[in-house]
């Protein structure tokens, strides 16, 4: 495919017009108050011998109300080896269950909101995926959903049922997202607006700024990572490993040749 292939396939998805039942945008009014926690994590894989991997991860929270940060926390960071070959999908399940796992300790009081699809029911805890895969034929469906919301309403928040527990959510009157909410509860549209009430954040406006605060306070960042790569290196030469050992255990010959 040539470029001028691909502006033409790229635009013909965009003016794909799929069937949407405008009776299914349903509007919600915003609280004016809202409290929540937002959960995340976060992980980098720190080097692969292809038989196995070991990654660093960390999991934490934010408890937010509309207006500040009332209490934040990043577990210490894991070291994980695991030994599969689709080791990158094994480490996001792991990071996932962590995450799940530290949401069941503070949904019993507050709603709980945790970054990414949410594929069971947990009372008290909603998924809002910053990304999302979902998508009729080759068409991003919520691309299709925003531009229809548009026009049916126009600066007003509102959801759009996918599937089953599976929405379009715009949280902001003036959003340029809408974002894939999941949620099995039967409240949904008090828990929308009570979310809504935290995405009021200008450098995130209709996205929960508790979930950007949080993704921040958990991420891994570079300097973390090599310092974990140089502090594992160093310990097992002192187990007695040499370095050759080392290198020849987890060299890349890719880097080489770059």
């Not at 999908?89 to 996932?96: G, I, L, S, V, Y």
Request: proline share 2%; net charge negative.
């Amino acid at each position: 495919m040539k470029i001028d292939d691909a502006v033409d396939y790229i635009r013909n998805l965009i003016d794909t017009e799929i069937d949407l039942n405008k009776d299914n945008f349903v509007e919600f009014e915003r609280k004016g108050k809202g409290m929540a926690y937002a959960i995340d994590g976060s992980s980098a894989k720190l080097f692969d011998a292809y038989s196995f991997s070991v990654f660093a991860r960390r999991v934490g929270y934010v408890f937010a109300n509309e207006r500040k940060v009332i209490e934040r926390k990043a577990k210490d960071i894991e070291i994980d080896i695991i030994y599969a070959e689709n080791a990158d999908e094994e480490n996001d399940a792991r990071r996932q269950k962590e995450e799940l796992s530290l949401a069941m300790e503070y949904c019993k009081e507050n709603i709980v909101m945790i970054d990414g699809a949410l594929n069971e029911k947990i009372d008290g805890v909603i998924g809002i995926s910053k990304k999302s895969g979902l998508k009729k034929g080759n068409i991003p469906i919520l691309f299709i959903i925003k531009k229809f919301g548009e026009e049916i309403l126009p600066n007003k928040c509102w959801y759009y049922e996918i599937d089953e527990n599976v929405y379009a959510v715009k949280f902001h009157p003036y959003s340029k997202f809408v974002f894939r909410v999941d949620y099995y509860g039967n409240d949904l549209e008090e828990v929308l607006a009570e979310i809504a009430s935290l995405c009021d954040d200008v450098s995130c406006l209709g996205y929960p700024y508790p979930l950007a605060e949080v993704h921040r306070l958990v991420k891994i960042s570079r300097e973390e990572a090599e310092y974990l790569k140089y502090e594992l290196q160093k310990r097992v030469v002192e187990k007695g490993l040499n370095l050759e050992e080392w290198e020849d255990l987890f060299y890349d010959y890719h880097e080489y040749l770059e």
